[in-house]
């Protein structure tokens, strides 16, 4: 998963903002009406309860993050349904640079995607209805749920850089990769985001799984993001107090045995991979069986570590390198 610095210097502290939690329904998208990303998230610090009004992050000044609020608790862009719905809202700054704008928007809509995918949402723009789970304009919240606001097309990414409707769509349901210097608002035009390193929490209890992190402990509170049935892109596999991990976020890991993946591995090589013995030595021609998207019972305590490599069992004596599996990070 794509890796974003984010400015926390300005991040409402414990006690400052709603201390309500979001359903994970929308990701909300607004632009700021004025230039300046840095200033605009000083703003929302400093009058977050005079004006009730903020949002989660700020983007701008040449791609850079601020985070305002936090992730999964209400805040105040959008009105009481959406604010209830969104764990994330985001605003774009304005600018009049046009190579700022690239690195901003490409920015703007890769965060989104990655906040979608991280509360399970898809990278739709404007789909449904009030109970479609999707990436909204807060244009599209004005047209469906409540307010008038007409951000951010219409008021600046159309006027100003020529973005349509359209174009943000295809954007938000594709990803952006390194426009900076090309045209603006160019994006790729194949999916950036394969199914292959995604897995879906299942058989955890009702009040949702722990997140971990890298040390053995529990991330607190992450039991209500990682709700049975939401899915998650993995960076990667770990073994953390003895079990295998997937990598969710900077340093979160969930565990194999709550998830899909739970007694199996999915191969994920597409020609194939080769099994290794316990000595660490491959066994030709097992690629032929091990083939992409083949499935394998492996318990999840036979996790074995060869020369620095994690490995799933999937006999006696065979072991697949557990980066060749769903979630293991191969791309
Ligand atoms: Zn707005």
Same mark, same amino acid.
């Given at each position: ?157 159309? %006027? ?33 985001? %394969? ?103 492996? %318990? ?32």
């Amino acid at each position: 998963m794509a890796q974003f610095n984010i400015n926390t210097q300005y991040a409402l502290g414990a006690n400052e903002g709603s201390s309500q939690r979001t359903n994970n329904m929308f990701i909300i998208l607004h632009e700021t009406t004025n230039v300046g990303a840095a200033n605009n998230a000083i703003y929302f610090k400093n009058n977050w309860s005079t004006t009730q009004t903020y949002v989660q992050y700020v983007i701008g000044d040449g791609g850079k993050i601020y985070q305002v609020g936090s992730d999964g608790y209400v805040a105040w862009g959008a009105g009481s349904y959406a604010n209830a719905n969104s764990p994330v809202q985001i605003e774009l700054a304005r600018t009049n640079d046009k190579a700022t704008f690239q690195k901003d928007y490409e920015t703007f809509v890769n965060f989104a995607r990655y906040k979608a995918q991280q509360f399970g949402i898809p990278c739709t723009l404007d789909t449904g209805g009030k109970y479609d789970k999707g990436i909204k304009t807060h244009y599209w919240v004005s047209q469906n749920i409540w307010g008038s606001h007409i951000d951010p097309v219409q008021s600046y990414l159309y %006027p100003k850089w020529g973005i349509t409707q359209e174009q943000l769509a295809h954007d938000i349901a594709y990803g952006i990769n390194g426009t900076s210097g090309g045209s603006t608002g160019g994006s790729s035009t194949k999916p950036s985001t %394969p199914a292959r390193n995604v897995v879906t929490v299942k058989n955890g209890p009702s009040t949702g799984i722990a997140g971990w992190n890298s040390k053995g402990e529990i991330v607190a509170g992450s039991n209500t993001t990682f709700v049975n049935g939401s899915s998650w892109q993995s960076a990667g596999i770990k073994i953390i107090n003895g079990l295998p991990m997937y990598k969710v976020a900077t340093d979160e890991y969930i565990p194999k045995k709550y998830t899909d993946q739970a007694g199996i591995i999915t191969i994920n090589a597409i020609k194939g991979i080769v099994a290794y013995d316990g000595n660490g030595n491959s066994i030709s021609g097992t690629e032929r069986t091990f083939t992409d998207f083949s499935k394998w019972q492996s %318990p999840d305590s036979g996790v074995k570590v060869i020369n620095g490599t994690i490995y799933f069992q999937v006999a006696t004596n065979e072991y697949i390198s557990a980066f060749y599996t769903i979630g293991g990070g191969n791309k």
